[in-house]
């Protein structure tokens, strides 16, 4: 018998990482081992085991490895989406916003860092945006997203298997 379709478990995962990271609060989540990266992963897998019970079978740790994988990559080009369009926005620099605190509290910034700092600032008021920081952020979404969301969607699938054996 076939499987049923991997894509809307997908969807789910991608929206359930998207949403927690997106809202203020919620975003709090990634803060603990990026919760809220694994629960998309997790949310994505606990759905296909679902759709799988209508079939008599069980998610695979291969299946849901993959379904956590997309997820990852497809919530990573959204939220670094995301990330550009509310830059392009706003109309201020976070760069000297950055600057301006680290002064108010008395923390010394290493010139190299300070000089890291300014060219980052330059390029906000020079385009609106980092590019270096935009992909910066977009490679290292790359590598969390996928990671974590694959990991939550294993436990996931280790969980969903323990409960369906009982």
């Not at 919760?35 to 679902?50: D, E, L, N, T």
């Not at 969390?144 to 436990?155: D, E, N, T």
């Amino acid at each position: 018998m076939q499987p049923d379709n991997k894509l809307f478990p997908v969807i789910i995962g991608t929206f359930t990482m998207t949403f927690i990271a997106l809202f203020p609060i919620l975003n709090l989540l990634n803060l603990l081992c990026c919760a809220g990266i694994m629960a998309g992963g997790f949310a994505g897998v606990f759905y296909y085991s679902r759709q799988l019970l209508k079939t008599g079978q069980t998610v695979s740790s291969k299946d849901g490895g993959m379904i956590g994988i997309l997820s990852g990559v497809l919530s990573a080009v959204i939220i670094s989406g995301f990330g550009l369009v509310f830059s392009l926005f706003s109309s201020q620099n976070p760069m000297n916003e950055m600057i301006n605190t680290f002064d108010s509290i008395g923390v010394d910034i290493p010139p190299t860092a300070y000089e890291f700092l300014e060219k980052f600032s330059n390029e906000f008021n020079e385009h609106g945006y980092s590019p270096t920081l935009t992909i910066f952020s977009f490679i290292t979404n790359l590598i969390i997203y996928p990671l974590f969301g694959s990991i939550g969607a294993i436990i996931g699938v280790t969980v969903l298997k323990k409960k369906t054996a009982v």
